[in-house]
């Protein structure tokens, strides 16, 4: 009866999280997907090809999600299938995350840890978005993986099992070839021996298992895919190991609604958050010294899962890519687990109570960014659908990337309009960040021939690489670079695009932070 009741609170606190991203439509990546699972002649081609080879390939060979999505596709095109699918799914990864503390913690610091996992609100972004499901469905079987491997089944189906859903993981995304080294780290965890008789049933044949799963994952993308894959577009280098590795640490004690690199003062809310973790967390671990393993164990859990994409920053402005955390706070989780006492004294239930209260609230907020976010994407694809009727190309000086802490159109703008039944060419400039739906808070002006500046008003930003430096172009159609003022931490208030149009005839236009507007009206 306990655990029942566990189960369903931890579920229905997932739920009531990010329950309005139910009310959400498709963005961003979303399109592109979706167009992929559209056009596929077969379920058979989803997993013998490159998905998006009609784009002009892609880095990404993830045959089950694309299976999982192609299902869903043949189902129905409501996006409400697809969200709530997300968040029955993160509820799912949520009641995990508690069985897994349950391995290593007692009764009330799993539960209290497995709560705060469900009200997290850097999970924004894998479950508001519908294409997070690739960071969620390797977190549900590679989960599942380690949680079989615990078990006390018959020998051959509890290895087969294990195997098959360490495939699986690895067959959703790639983070998931790590999933061994973080069963490891559980059993250390846990205290298991690594040597004797108990220690081959405990680690090295689970382990073996999972090995072979993933392996058969990458024999299966090599031979379709002949290549890795990943994120490519991201070469792995020194100063982006850093500026990830640094990021990823602002981020996980901050929420996603600050905009931390152009207000650098609100970069106080993340460095508070973790000087306070850092003395409640040492002052356990010197008072009681048996709690360090699993909070240093927990700490390694997430490091370990952090590894994949270290050579990926995640936006502090615009939250972009926060994702990538989602599997890294099950570390989390067991960190916050070990803290604390297995009987909290009435005074903790009060701050954790007011804790959750603002984790809930904050949840909320950042899962409604993405519902608007959303119906402002699905209205921007709408109105471009409009001016791409016919032949030609529509070229927009500037797309929008994201509003508030939420994708909006890129990339998947072209694969939008094109499942709108536009004909057009479909190109942009350079992309807008904006943090309120409003009409003028960006405008161009032409500066010469095939030349236009914009700028923008009030909080919106052009956005830029991090790096610095002249940027690649976003298409082939169109070069930008930071106006006069330069680009300031990732975002600038004005920008100079220069247009190469590929057709003609060319109907130029931009977003305007809640219209697009066809350039010659201006």
């Known amino acids: 009866m306990r655990r029942a009741l566990v189960v369903s609170s931890v579920g229905a606190l997932a739920v009531l999280a990010f329950g309005p991203t139910l009310w959400s439509r498709f963005a961003a990546d979303d399109f592109l997907l979706r167009y992929a699972s559209i056009h596929a002649t077969s379920l058979g081609s989803l997993l013998t090809s490159d998905p998006l080879a009609f784009q002009g390939g892609g880095n990404f060979f993830r045959p089950v999600w694309f299976a999982y999505d192609w299902v869903l596709t043949n189902i129905s095109g409501d996006p409400a299938l697809y969200h709530g699918m997300n968040v029955a799914i993160y509820a799912g990864v949520t009641v995990e995350v508690w069985l897994l503390l349950r391995k290593v913690v007692s009764a009330v610091p799993s539960g209290i840890a497995a709560a705060i996992f469900a009200l997290y609100p850097r999970h924004t972004e894998a479950v508001a978005w519908y294409a997070g499901s690739m960071d969620l469905l390797p977190a549900l079987f590679g989960l599942a993986a380690i949680l079989l491997a615990l078990q006390q089944w018959k020998r051959l ?115 508070g958050v973790l000087v306070v973790i850092l003395v409640l967390g040492g002052r356990v671990a010197i008072v009681r010294p048996e709690r360090r393993r699993v909070m240093l164990g927990g700490l390694a859990f997430a490091v370990v899962a952090l590894l994949p994409t270290l050579n990926v920053a995640v936006n502090l402005n615009t939250s972009s890519d926060e994702r990538f955390l989602f599997l890294p706070s099950v570390g989390l989780a067991m960190m916050l687990a070990g803290a604390l006492p297995a009987r909290p004294e009435r005074r903790h239930f009060g701050v954790l109570a007011i804790v959750a209260g603002l984790l809930l609230g904050l949840s909320i907020d950042s899962s409604l960014n993405w519902q608007r976010g959303s119906v402002l994407a699905s209205n921007v694809a709408d109105q471009v659908t409009a001016l791409a009727r016919t032949k030609g190309e529509v070229l927009l ?36 960040d904006v943090r309120r739906v409003g009409a003028n808070q960006v405008n161009f002006e032409r500066a010469g021939p095939g030349t236009y500046v914009g700028r923008t008003v009030g909080d919106a930003r052009f956005h830029f690489p991090l790096s610095g430096g002249v940027p690649a172009p976003l298409t082939p159609d169109c070069a930008y670079e930071a106006g006069p003022s330069g680009p300031h931490l990732g975002s600038a208030t004005s920008v100079t695009v220069r247009v190469a149009p590929v057709l003609r005839p060319v109907r130029l236009a931009f977003f305007d932070g809640k219209n697009v507007v066809a350039v010659s009206s201006r």
């Not at 099992?161 to 360490?166: D, F, K, L, R």
């Not at 990830?244 to 993340?270: E, F, H, K, R, T």
């Not at 994708?407 to 072209?414: A, I, V």
């Open 397 to 432: 000086l500037a797309a929008p990337e994201t509003y508030e802490n939420a994708g909006l159109l890129m990339p998947g703008l072209d694969a939008a309009v094109s499942l709108r039944g536009g004909v057009a060419r479909v190109a942009w400039c350079s992309a807008v």
């Open 157 to 271: 189906p509890r290895l087969a099992a294990v195997a098959v859903m360490a495939g699986a993981a690895a067959s959703s995304k790639e983070n998931a070839y790590l999933l061994v080294l973080l069963f490891v780290l559980v059993q250390i965890v846990r205290g298991e021996p690594l040597r004797g008789a108990s220690a081959r049933r405990a680690f090295w044949e689970p382990a073996a298992a999972m090995v072979l799963g993933g392996l058969a994952a990458v024999v299966w993308r090599l031979d379709v895919f002949t290549k890795v894959g990943g994120y490519a577009n991201h070469p792995w280098t020194p100063f982006r190991v850093v500026t990830a590795a640094g990021s990823d640490i602002l981020a996980a004690a901050s929420p996603p609604q600050l905009p931390m690199l152009i207000d650098l003062p609100l970069i106080a809310v993340p460095v």
